[in-house]
């Protein structure tokens, strides 16, 4: 199979003030195409050739690291898109709110959590709200890993991902993380972030 670069579910200005159109373009255009070619170049001729992204990142050898890069900034990006909407930001309804403050007190705990798990990462990486064996948790990982690789520090179903890689921020918040990690709070799509919840609930 040929991965392709999967168009923005909004146009790249919409989610604006909190994230700018000239970050999203090259963001998407840009890293995320990169991401989809490298991938596919790495697959070809493989015994990967033929899956999908959910099997090749559950077998990849960590020391291959053009499926490793390529292939998670392809996951990780398709999901980071989709969590976002200009119609997004408030907190979640139903279990998964409930599942939230059972986990970590109250939704502003878990925000607060979520937010120093990104601050925490040193260099590029990601922050993740993952479910695993009935449990939410809370981690990051480097670069472009992320919790379905056999090998990465943090495990479990990314139901909630964010980037922060400077690219994902700089040209708008520069080197304030932080106020990116407030903006992006936002525009979470938090009824996109229940169906991945619930999909392996």
Request: hydrophobic share 35%; aromatic share 14%; proline share 5%.
């Amino acid at each position: 199979m040929s991965f392709k670069l999967p168009e923005l579910p909004y146009a790249y200005n919409a989610l604006e003030p909190y994230i700018d159109e000239a970050t999203m373009k090259v963001h998407h255009t840009g890293h995320h195409q990169a991401y989809t070619n490298g991938l596919n170049d790495a697959i070809a001729d493989t015994s990967m050739e033929n899956s999908s992204i959910e099997e090749i990142l559950a077998v990849v050898d960590p020391n291959n690291k053009p499926v490793r890069n390529n292939g998670g900034g392809f996951y990780n990006h398709v999901m980071y898109w989709n969590i976002m909407s200009p119609k997004g930001g408030g907190q979640p309804a139903g279990d998964l709110l409930k599942h939230i403050i059972d986990t970590f007190g109250s939704f502003d705990n878990f925000k607060d959590q979520f937010s120093k798990a990104g601050m925490g990462r040193f260099g590029s990486g990601w922050a993740w709200l993952s479910f695993e064996n009935g449990d939410l948790k809370i981690g990051s990982t480097p670069n472009q890993d992320n919790p379905l690789m056999p090998f990465a520090e943090f495990s479990g179903f990314p139901v909630l991902g964010m980037d922060v890689w400077e690219h994902a921020y700089y040209l708008k918040h520069q080197n304030k993380r932080a106020a990116y990690i407030n903006d992006f709070f936002q525009v979470i799509n938090w009824e996109e972030v229940e169906k991945r919840y619930k999909s392996v609930k």
